[in-house]
């Protein structure tokens, strides 16, 4: 039996991805790499998958660990020997984290990954969370196959993801077999509006809700040319879902991103009539 190996679980896109893709084969378990602290809600999060797919019962483990340590914070046992594919997700996504958090656990925290990946013999694939923000403030097209283009960025957050691919990609010239996934700014599922975490554009419509029906929200710039890259939880997970059992997407990055995002004008509107204000 194949191992599917995590890290950031129960995390909002991990819990998602994880059944997706064990229901891609019935030979495959998984193992999810949790911090001690997130063992309580990991539980919980398990407990709730394998309600909702009874086939999956049994076929997920957790390790207790971190990225931020050598090996994982894992003993060095037979575990990574049966390891054929990796999904690397962990990262600091708080814009507010200190620099050295955000560079220990999305910089070194790669790297330790990537490291446990090379000595994986049965290895397949590595597949990689990214941002489409490793452009940082480039202006300009920025493609998939772009990386450093001289930018500069808005923020650790901008910045420590950049250099965490930048230490992937490197490890690909060198033969690791990996796939790369740029996810613009991530909000709840499309269909029902469910979501882990109430930040970005959230905080917005919490601020909206909290004023009577004749609402005030200030922005600052031109609202009529300045675009929001929104994608919703299940469009990300799907194309992950998908992309990653394809042997063509090997060595490949994609910006999972909206081709036609909305203005700040047209984004307030939409928000502003949901929330009936």
Known sequence: MSTAFFTGFPGFLGSQLLPRVLERSSGCRAVCLVQSKFLAQARSHLEHICRAHPQ???RIDLAEGDITEPHLGLPVTQLRNEISEIFHLAAVYDLRAPREVAMRVNVDGTR???????????LRRLQYVSTCYVSGRYEGPFSEDDLDKGQSFNNCYEETKYLAEVEVRARIRGGLPATIYRPAIVVGDSRTGVTQKYDGPY?????LLRQPFIAVLPIVGDPSTTRVNLVPQNYVVDAMSYLSGLEASRGKTYQLADPEPLTVSELVKLIGHAARR
């Open 56 to 58: 999956l019962h049994g």
């Open 112 to 122: 330790n990954v990537l490291d446990f990946a090379e000595g994986a013999p049965r």
């Open 203 to 207: 905080f917005m419509i919490r601020w």
